[in-house]
C-alpha cells in the first residue's frame, strides 16, 4: 500500500491556459474522490467516481472543469481557461466502502498568475 | 444539505493541558461524523469516526469525540495534549445518502511548551 499519489505537486500557469492533474488512487479502492481547499477553509467536495463511472458533480465544477477515471484506475481533473479564483489546494481521496475512511493525496497546488 | 461549524479558528493550548476543539453540524438527514487531522506539511489523516453504536468514539493517539444528537454537535477533547499534536483539526459529516465529506473550516491546535 503505498498510499494515493497526485501529480504535479506544484503547477504555476498563466490565465486563460490548460492545465490537468493526475490522482493515482490505493490500487484496491474502487471510490475516488475530488476535493477543493483554499486558504483558511476546510475542503470542498467537487467529484467522486465508483469504478470508472462519475456519479455526483458539485455545482462548483464549473463547465470548465471536468475529470475521468478511464478504466476505474487512475483519475485526472483538467481545467480549462484557467482563472485566478481556481487558484486553490486540489486534493484526491480514495476508498473501497462508502463509510470507510477516505485516504487523501499530498495534492497539487494549483497557482494561476 | 449538510453544514458543518468550528467556531475557534485557532486553539492555543500548553503541553499537557486538556483540549477540547468543537464541532456543531446541520443536516436534515442523518450523517456519519468524521475528525480528520493535518500535521504540517503532511496530507490529511481520519483521526477517528463515529457510524453507529457507542455514542462515544476514540483514537489511537487518545484523542476521543462524542456524538451528541440533540446539540447536533461532535466535539473533540484530549485530556492531556502534547507537542506533536499540533496540527489543524477538521470535523467533517457525510449524510447516510450520499458518498461526499463537508468538512467544516478547520482549527489550528498550537501546543506550547
Known amino acids: 500500500d503505498t498510499g494515493v499519489s497526485q501529480n504535479p505537486r506544484h503547477k504555476i500557469t498563466k490565465r486563460g491556459q490548460n492545465v490537468t492533474f493526475r490522482c493515482d488512487p490505493i490500487s484496491e479502492h474502487n471510490r475516488l474522490y475530488w476535493y477543493r481547499q483554499t486558504l483558511g477553509q476546510g475542503p470542498e467536495f467537487l467529484t467522486y467516481f465508483q469504478n470508472e463511472a462519475q456519479l455526483e458533480k458539485s455545482r462548483l465544477l464549473s463547465d470548465r472543469f471536468s475529470a475521468e477515471r478511464p478504466k476505474g484506475s487512475f483519475s485526472t481533473l483538467e481545467i480549462q481557461r484557467t482563472e485566478q479564483g481556481d487558484s486553490a489546494m486540489y486534493l484526491c481521496?480514495?476508498?473501497?466502502?462508502?463509510?470507510?475512511?477516505?485516504?487523501f493525496g499530498p495534492g497539487t497546488r494549483l497557482t494561476v498568475l | 444539505a449538510q453544514s458543518v461549524t468550528q467556531l475557534d479558528s485557532q486553539v492555543p493550548v500548553f503541553e499537557e493541558a486538556p483540549v477540547e476543539l468543537r464541532c456543531n453540524y446541520s443536516?436534515?438527514?442523518?450523517?456519519?461524523l468524521f475528525w480528520y487531522v493535518q500535521y504540517p506539511n503532511q496530507g490529511l489523516q481520519l483521526l477517528l469516526k463515529y457510524l453507529s453504536g457507542s455514542t462515544l468514539v476514540e483514537s489511537i493517539n487518545g484523542f476521543e469525540a462524542e456524538f451528541n444528537k440533540s446539540q447536533t454537535s461532535f466535539h473533540l477533547r484530549k485530556p492531556s495534549v502534547h507537542i506533536s499534536d499540533t496540527a489543524e483539526y477538521f470535523c467533517?459529516?457525510?449524510?447516510?445518502?450520499?458518498?461526499?465529506?463537508?468538512f467544516g473550516t478547520g482549527t489550528r491546535l498550537q501546543v506550547f511548551p
Open positions: 467533517a459529516v457525510m449524510a447516510y445518502n450520499t458518498d461526499k465529506l463537508i
Open positions: 443536516s436534515s438527514v442523518s450523517v456519519y
Open positions: 481521496a480514495s476508498s473501497s466502502q462508502r463509510t470507510d475512511t477516505q485516504y
